[in-house]
């Protein structure tokens, strides 16, 4: 089989925030066509594509101002997450709004007249998010509620009078507020015992009913309403999965929403009239940006699979069938190359079993080099999605296993919560258990077992070659943390409190951290390892991969580093996403490939 190189993998568009247009004529996307995210107009009619937003910085949100064709935008400076706001006008110019870019502005919502935006910010201390309202035609800007704490903007009502208002007590536990604009009162409506999250969450016409997923009293997120003047809470529809992406149809009749069943999605639609439960057939992937057309006959999604790229797909709401609309993620050399993969269970030490998608070179002659790559969070979930470095290890010859180790979301609360402070090692031990479950795969070369992941999944990566040594060929870290302890001194202040839920606090949990940190055990490291980090990261500070590449490289221990001068906590220009891939290519071609020839600077 002849070999494809890496570039037509890296050259797949990346597509996300999808929206209608007021007036339904256009369908606007954020994609890297261009090599950086900009936003794009799908004209409907003629199926023309045009570019709007011609930034030197990436977008990272679009959003229509209510009855307008202008929009805000988000962007921040090269990855440092400090969103600024910006209004996109109709002509094409582009104003300003938030002008302090050292400070975090999350978008919240235009007001039902278009005069207004609403915005969260943490200007006031660096820790803290109050909410803010601003004039789009003045520009004025008005603090509405400050306390200190994580409050956000769901939406406006629709008198412009109110907001609704979520404030996130921890990652995993939120609470929902109605914030009085003329009174500057709020009134809480979510009151809960234990732990509780409310997502998705939309108005009905009269503004006196929500719809939303939640996990109140229950393992999963399922679809509820609350009745605002009584605070009456009711569920809709439950299930042994959770549900997300809720939308709803400017009728305020219809609900749509996706089940991820172990990590793919299903899609369902509600008739709210007749009570009626309704589901469509899409390939294996993720759906999200559900998004009802103003006529309220079709329902646009993005369907992103690991054999169908992300792009625009419209379910026709009388015949349920759903279509792909767009094709801008196709490249034909690609065209029936690309791979589905298997969802497995192994058991852990503890007999817990654990979910891991696996795939498998098409080709494979000889037995195989595995990759195990490892999501980060640790509160997300690795999903079936196209993953352009996945998929050109697979046309190279390596199997692929990418688990789903405990502390991921997706498989109720409690699961959830597995890994919580203390309980840190045992996700390794997942790791660990998942090497001896691929000894028994005949097909697998278990002397050239890579690991690979990033951010939180970078901390299990040097924990698992710190503390496991024996085990791996090669190592993998991209913005990884190297030691809790150091990580929780220096990561944002707005992130500190909500990282000490999940890891725990230096002051109760110092102790513990000293005892795990891949730093303290830097010399038990024995496989090579290759260290990518953006210098901008506000999340994981670059100086947890400089001293952990610091102490190997004192022991003259191969190790690869690998610093993004312009690229923060993930990678988000084109050309840094292909050279980072080409160099973890070449470092895993070195110690796990068929070849291993191919020098690697140190």
């Known amino acids: 089989m002849d070999e494809i190189s890496l570039d037509p993998y890296v050259q797949v568009r990346t597509m996300k925030s999808l929206e209608y247009e007021p007036n339904g004529k256009k369908i606007s996307f954020i994609s890297d066509i261009t090599g950086l995210p900009q936003v794009w107009d799908y004209y409907r009619e003629n199926r023309l594509l045009a570019q709007s937003s011609f930034t030197k910085e990436g977008i990272t949100f679009i959003k229509y101002v209510t009855g307008t064709s202008d929009r805000i935008i988000g962007m921040d400076v090269s990855g440092n997450e400090r969103e600024q706001l910006y209004l996109l006008k109709k ?11 050292e400070h975090v502005h999350l978008y919240g919502g235009s007001s039902p007249d278009g005069k207004w935006i609403a915005w969260s910010s943490n200007r006031r201390n660096p820790a803290f998010f109050d909410i803010y309202i601003q004039n789009l035609e003045t520009l004025e800007i008005r603090l509405v509620f400050a306390q200190n704490g994580m409050f956000t903007v769901v939406t406006w009502f629709p008198d412009g009078k109110s907001l609704l208002v979520r404030k996130t007590n921890s990652p995993l536990d939120h609470d929902l507020g109605v914030l009085s604009l003329l009174t500057g009162s709020m009134d809480w409506i979510t009151e809960h015992s234990g732990e509780a999250s409310f997502k998705n969450i939309h108005l009905n016409k009269r503004g006196d009913q929500i719809f939303l997923l939640s996990n109140k009293d229950h393992e999963f997120f399922a679809l509820a309403c609350i009745h605002l003047p009584t605070k009456q809470f009711n569920w809709l529809a439950r299930g042994k999965w959770d549900f997300e992406g809720l939308a709803i149809n400017n009728e305020k009749n219809k609900l749509a929403f996706t089940i991820n069943e172990g990590g793919i999605s299903k899609g369902i639609l509600l ?21 009802f057309s103003p006529t309220n006959k079709k329902l646009l999604f993005i369907l992103n699979g690991p054999a169908h790229p992300s792009d625009i797909w419209e379910l026709d709401l009388e015949s349920l069938n759903a279509k792909r609309l767009s094709y801008f993620s196709q490249i034909p050399i690609l065209e029936g190359k690309l791979i589905e993969p298997s969802l497995i269970f192994y058991r852990s030490f503890d007999n817990l079993q654990i979910p891991a998608f696996y795939y498998k070179p098409k080709h494979a002659a000889e037995k195989m080099p595995v990759v195990i790559f490892i999501h980060g969070g640790p509160e997300t979930q690795s999903r079936p999605v196209y993953n352009p470095l996945l998929q050109y290890f697979l046309n190279l010859g390596y199997a692929i296993i990418t688990p789903n180790i405990r502390g991921s979301t997706g498989y109720g609360k409690t699961y959830t919560h597995l890994d919580d402070v203390r309980k840190r090692m045992d996700a390794v031990k997942d790791l660990i258990s998942l090497v001896e479950w691929l000894k028994g ?9 890579a690991v690979m992941g990033g951010s939180y999944g970078g901390f299990m990566v040097l924990s698992a070659i710190s503390h496991y040594p024996n085990l791996w060929a090669a190592a993998v870290d991209i913005v990884g943390i190297s030691s809790l302890r150091t990580f929780l001194k220096t990561t944002s202040p707005w992130r500190k409190e909500f990282r000490e839920y999940e890891y725990g606090t230096i002051e109760k949990d110092g102790d513990f951290f000293d005892q795990i940190d891949p730093l303290n055990y830097a010399d038990k490291i024995s496989s090579p390892l290759m260290v990518i980090h953006g210098v901008n990261d506000p999340r994981v500070p670059i100086e947890e991969s400089e001293q952990i590449v610091n102490k190997l490289k004192e022991r003259n221990h191969p190790v690869t580093f690998i610093r993004f001068e312009e690229e923060g906590h993930s990678l988000v220009k084109q050309k840094s996403k292909k050279y980072a891939y080409s160099k973890i290519a070449d470092f895993l071609e070195k110690y796990i490939g068929k070849n291993q020839f191919i020098n690697v600077d140190e």
């Open 441 to 449: 795969d005949k097909d697998v070369d278990v002397e050239k077992i």
């Open 91 to 101: 002509n094409g110019e582009l104003i300003a709004l938030t002008n302090s870019p």
């Open 271 to 291: 008739n709210l009239d007749t009570c009626t439960l309704y589901t469509w057939e899409t390939p294996m992937g993720v759906m999200t940006n559900l998004k």
